[in-house]
């Protein structure tokens, strides 16, 4: 009798439980603050974004940055962030069960993640393009020339799609799509001539060339699969975290049109500009308002400074995967580029 | 007062045979309701599923299934249906969700029908040899049983595809070696052989009737006479086909810009990952075919060995004969385990089911509808082996009671 009613109580608190539970489900922010530590969605494998550097065995990248930029913002420590290494097919699930609280993983925005896979892009931080890389020995010039061969790319990406859609546009049929989990098999499997391309992002392309023993090996094809915008990704309808994490991507932006750096975040919170002393936290601020510390952005750029300082660090001519900013979309819009943040007040 | 009542029913009805219905009643009423409960606590869980994904504004449904899959797997037919027959074709970014399931699904259940095949093959052997009288021969096939059981399969799948096959000469270079077998990186070329164009149905009619008729002259039981004339029936209806236009072309591997093309091609994914399984199971079966060996009586081998038989001839025809029988079901739990091992071909990008899967649900956004027909399928794949199994288990095991 008492192992019965003991059932019939359990089956009730489960009930209300599991029918209670999606109710109850307050803000990723809240969440975060109450753990101390920012769970970030990267990889490991894409040198240049996010990359598990074997010399110094550290994670580096501007992904990478970003992640740490983020646990700055909101914990004001941009070591208190625990990285969960992802795969290209991984990255949504990991954030939408809330395994993550943000991702950063050179992901391209398109229309059908916002749809179907629920989940809230964060503003662009990096304008890249798809494209192919080809061993030199082969010859090959242009996509038409590949037809025949085999192509490989990472699964679950922007890319396989993006193949498939130009191959149909361009006509061409005899040309087998192979698809590993993570980039670095892809790499390994042109280096051995399984696959006559490896197709992906060109910085990423442009990276991996860099990091071969030979770089001259391989040559990056001039055609492309289009454009390829990166962003980070928070859960669907989460405004109170979703708000924050993009005011905080456009503060990089900002603190590069300002001029604000690590080394001179001090001079800067002198300044007169009260719009500068607000962003910084001196007077007042808008951390408040974001439910976090005023001094939100100053210590985020303390800790990893503005989008270019984070630019050149992963991306800069001091280092393998060196990308020139000039003239493209990857300046700040006061250079011509595309980075913009709207104004802070 | 109820007390009372309670007892009165029972003292004036309690014959046995009321006795055993009650029993059987409050037993099916108990039964009953845990049965209701589980469903309910099933139903409950599905809704609060539903509700969860409802607040994350996912919705759920399987229509997604028919929708274009816009991506493209490196091989994989999928059933076309026109008809009463399906035509296999291959399958591209147009065909649908469900059709990619379907290629992957036939990839899996290439790779584990072969693999139960072959791995047999090699298993029993390796048993057998287990238990050789060579002191070499049993040390060795001990040795490559041990270390094939204890290593994960897994890096076993890295070694035979990174290690092995794509360390095979590069395209292009081996092509000219031998027309009939071509192993380059990109795989494994055989000829492929093919009904040629003229072939119709009638053709076809009087190659079935020849096969009829010259597998009958096989057979010992018909007498000498009749046997002359069923191969002579049998071999007017291959002219008669022959005339109609009946014949088999091999389609041979051809030299492409990116080395061989055509004919049978095993890629190295698929390559790979059958070697693995095939090896890896080779060693279990080995195992589970020794420990059936020494389980039987000692009895038979002296019996044999009383009767001058060799010992090649006792374990073909007096010990592997009993053997199966007793083995049976623990070869079915290895068949099993070894489709559901497929799945490890996502490693190398083998499109198997459950790697596709992962991609059909990634670029559709469905990963829960998804996983669950995966699983769905792969547990009817299962059901399916051991069915097949039980039903041989029975038809042998009928012989013995």
Redesign the interface.
């Given at each position: 009798m008492r192992l019965r009613s003991t059932i019939g109580y359990f089956c009730t608190a489960l009930a209300f439980g599991l029918a209670a539970a999606p109710t109850a489900r307050a803000s990723v922010l809240d969440d975060v603050k109450q753990r101390g530590v920012l769970n970030c969605a990267t990889g490991d494998a894409i040198p240049g974004f996010s990359y598990l550097n074997p010399k110094t065995s550290k994670m580096e990248g501007l992904d990478v940055d970003l992640c740490r930029a983020t646990a700055a913002a909101v914990l004001g420590d941009p070591d208190k962030v625990h990285f969960v290494i992802v795969t290209g097919k991984s990255r949504f699930n990991t954030v939408t069960t809330g395994q993550a609280d943000v991702g950063f993983f050179s992901t391209t925005v398109y229309p059908v993640r916002e749809s179907a896979i629920a989940v809230d892009f964060l503003p662009i931080n990096f304008y890249d393009a798809g494209g192919f890389m080809v061993k030199a020995s082969t010859g090959v010039e242009t996509v038409k020339d590949l037809a025949g061969g085999t192509i490989c790319t990472t699964q679950g990406t922007a890319t396989e799609v993006a193949l498939a859609n130009l191959f149909k546009s361009q006509n061409i049929t005899d040309i087998k799509v192979l698809t590993f989990d993570s980039a670095d098999k892809v790499f390994a499997a042109l280096g051995s001539g399984r696959c006559n391309a490896m197709a992906t992002d060109k910085t990423a392309l442009a990276s991996w060339r860099g990091s071969s023993p030979k770089p001259d090996d391989y040559i990056i094809l001039r055609e492309g699969t289009g454009k390829s915008p990166f962003a980070g990704f928070v859960v669907a309808n989460d405004s109170k975290w979703r708000n924050l994490l993009r005011w905080t991507v456009f503060g990089l932006f900002q603190a590069e049109e300002w001029g604000i750096t690590t080394a001179n975040l001090d001079e800067m919170k002198k300044s007169p500009d009260p719009v500068i002393r607000k962003f910084l936290g001196v007077e007042g601020g808008m951390g408040e308002d974001f439910h976090v510390s005023n001094s939100f952005m100053a210590d985020m750029i303390k800790a990893v400074g503005n989008y270019g300082e984070m630019y050149d660090r992963s991306l800069g001519p001091k280092t393998p995967y060196y990308i020139d900013r000039t003239g493209t979309p990857n300046a700040s819009w006061v250079n011509g580029g595309l980075l913009y943040s709207p104004p802070w007040e | 007062m109820i007390e009372a009542k309670t007892k009165l029913w029972r003292s004036s009805l309690a014959t046995p045979s009321v006795k055993r219905y009650v029993a059987r009643v409050r037993y099916k009423l108990t039964h009953g309701a845990v049965v209701a409960?589980v469903i309910?606590?099933l139903i409950?869980?599905a809704?609060?599923i539903h509700?969860?994904l409802?607040?994350?504004?996912?919705d759920f449904s399987f229509a997604?299934l028919s929708a274009p899959s816009?991506?493209?797997?490196?091989?994989g037919l999928a059933p076309v249906w026109t008809g009463w027959a399906p035509i296999f074709e291959s399958v591209?970014?147009?065909s649908s969700n469900l059709g990619m399931l379907e290629a992957g699904l036939f990839n899996t259940l290439k790779v584990a029908l072969l693999a139960i095949t072959f791995s047999t093959l090699v298993g029993v052997a390796l048993g057998v040899l287990r238990l050789s009288t060579n002191w070499l021969v049993r040390n060795l096939a001990f040795a490559i049983g041990e270390f094939i059981r204890n290593t994960p399969i897994l890096i076993q799948l890295m070694f035979w595809y990174?290690a092995v096959l794509?360390?095979l000469p590069?395209?292009g270079s081996a092509t000219k070696v031998s027309k009939w077998l071509v192993v380059e990186?990109?795989g494994v070329f055989l000829p492929l052989p093919h009904l040629s164009d003229s072939a119709g149905p009638a053709s076809g009619f009087f190659v079935a009737v020849a096969i009829a008729f010259l597998a009958a002259a096989c057979l010992r039981r018909f007498p000498a006479r009749w046997r002359i004339a069923l191969l002579g029936v049998g071999l007017c209806a291959i002219g008669a086909s022959y005339a109609l236009g009946f014949g088999i072309n091999l389609d041979w591997p051809v030299l492409?810009?990116?080395g061989a093309?055509g004919g049978l091609h095993f890629t190295?994914?698929m390559s790979a990952i059958l070697i693995t399984i095939i090896v890896n199971s080779a060693g279990y079966i080995s195992e589970i075919v020794r420990g059936g060996i020494e389980g039987l009586a000692k009895g038979q081998w002296e019996a044999a060995a009383a009767l001058g038989l060799s010992r090649g001839d006792t374990i073909r025809d007096i010990v592997l004969p009993q053997v199966f029988r007793i083995i049976i079901p623990s070869l079915t739990n290895r068949y099993i385990s070894l489709t559901k091992d497929t799945a490890i071909g996502?490693?190398?990008?083998f499109?198997e089911l459950f790697?596709v899967s992962?991609?059909v649900a990634?670029?559709?956004?469905?990963?829960f509808e998804t996983v669950i027909v995966v699983m769905t399928i792969y547990l009817l794949l299962s059901w399916l082996i051991s069915a097949l199994a039980n039903f041989v288990n029975r038809r042998i095991a009928l012989e013995r009671a």
């Open positions: - | 409960a309910g606590l409950l869980i809704l609060a509700q969860n409802t607040s994350r504004g996912i997604y816009r991506f493209g797997i490196s091989e591209d970014a147009t990174f794509l360390q590069s395209s990186q990109s492409g810009r990116f093309t190295p994914e996502i490693a190398i990008g499109p790697n992962g991609t990634n670029q559709s956004g469905r990963d």
